[in-house]
């Protein structure tokens, strides 16, 4: 089987703008999805919700731009799309039940504060962590959002 591309080519314009949008279309339907489940499921208003999709729009693009071209050390410098994750969308709902869109965010900077400290200590972490504990958390996010659905 013949590549259309060598390894470090780069496809002609219209061929990399066509694949972008494709690219781009695949994705908006996950980055939508995880503020639109969460509006909803906390009773929001619409226009709230639609604040939600906005706001995870824009941030997924902006760090779609810092990841794909990097600034300094921050940013892995490959064509990838950022968007929202589903991991914790039975966390969000049951946060947003009790304390609103405000706990939500608060909750989210309280555990994007732990990641940044725990990445300094990944390779004592990950030996905690087998295949068989992995393959079960994965099992229990695919069944904590089947109910959304």
Request: hydrophobic share 55%; glycine share 12%; proline share 6%.
């Amino acid at each position: 089987m013949k590549l259309l591309y060598e390894l470090n080519e780069k496809p002609p314009v219209g061929s990399t703008i066509l694949l972008a949008i494709q690219h781009m279309l695949a994705s908006i339907g996950g980055i939508i999805a995880v503020p639109l489940i969460v509006g909803t499921a906390i009773g929001l208003p619409t226009s709230d919700v639609v604040t939600l999709i906005n706001a995870a729009l824009f941030v997924s693009g902006a760090i779609t731009i810092v990841q794909c071209i990097g600034f300094g050390p921050v940013g892995i410098r490959l064509p990838v799309v950022m968007g929202s994750s589903f991991a914790f969308l039975g966390i969000a709902i049951g946060i947003g039940k009790a304390d609103g869109v405000s706990g939500i965010m608060g909750a989210a900077l309280v555990g994007a504060c732990m990641v940044i400290v725990s990445a300094f200590f990944m390779e004592q972490i990950r030996k905690l962590f087998p295949p068989v504990v992995s393959g079960v958390v994965v099992t229990l996010i695919g069944l904590t959002i089947l109910p959304s659905q």
